[in-house]
Structures are given as structure tokens and as C-alpha cells.
């Protein structure tokens, strides 16, 4: 059983908002950098958002700069992924997952993942 449990995926519009939720009830948070990736339907898991233990580090990938935010609550170990601006090409199963170390947007750096909340963007 995955310890950790994504949640807050659903349908919206095209330029809609959603906030997904990321709960690491098992982990002591303050160790672990927090990445989030997607994969859409034919694709390749991609990285979206990583954001390092103390918080200090950002990064996104391009695609979703200046549209998604990542954020975390490391006493209540948990993190989430802020999205605004969704497009059609934003469709995907949304991950989280655990980096020891780097805060790291790489689909093979995590030791930890969740199971994946679907996010569907229709008009």
C-alpha cells in the first residue's frame, strides 16, 4: 500500500484551477525533496514541480512556469501543487513523490511515489 495518497483531481475547464494534494502521513518531511510528475494517455511521465525540504528551492518545468505553484506544510507532511491556466494538454495522471536529496524534476530520482490523482481539463 502506497504510503503516499495524491488527492484533489478531477474535471475542469479549459483555464480552470485546481489544487492537488499530496499526504505523507509515513514520512518525517523535513528530509525528503517533493517532485511532482504527470503522465498523459501514449506518454512518457514527465516532471511538473519539485520543491526542496526547507522550501528554498522551486523548480517547474516549462510548460507549466507561471501557471502552477508547488507549496508544502512539512508539520502536517503534506504538499500541494497549486494549478491555474489549465489547457486540454495539461490531461494527465498526477503524481507525487518522495526525493532523497536535490530537489529533482528526473522520473528516476524518486524512491517514493504515490498512485496518481487524474486531472481531466474538457470543455
Known amino acids: 500500500q502506497s504510503q503516499l495518497v495524491e488527492s484533489g483531481g478531477g474535471v475542469v475547464q479549459p483555464g480552470g484551477s485546481l489544487t492537488l494534494s499530496c499526504s505523507a502521513s509515513?514520512?518525517?518531511?523535513?528530509?525528503?525533496?517533493v517532485s511532482w510528475f504527470r503522465q498523459a494517455p501514449g506518454k512518457a511521465r514527465e516532471g511538473v514541480a519539485c520543491?526542496?525540504?526547507?522550501?528554498?528551492?522551486?523548480n517547474y518545468a516549462d510548460f507549466v512556469r507561471g501557471r502552477f505553484s508547488v507549496f508544502r506544510d512539512n508539520a502536517k507532511r503534506t504538499a500541494h501543487l497549486h494549478m491555474t491556466g489549465l489547457t486540454l494538454e495539461d490531461t494527465g495522471v498526477y503524481y507525487c513523490?518522495?526525493?532523497?536529496?536535490?530537489?529533482?524534476?528526473?522520473?528516476?530520482?524518486?524512491?517514493?511515489w504515490g498512485r496518481g490523482t487524474q486531472v481531466s481539463v474538457s470543455s
Open positions: 509515513a514520512f518525517t518531511m523535513d528530509y525528503w525533496s
Open positions: 520543491i526542496s525540504p526547507g522550501m528554498k528551492t522551486k
Open positions: 513523490a518522495l526525493v532523497d536529496g536535490l530537489c529533482s524534476l528526473d522520473p528516476q530520482e524518486p524512491i517514493h
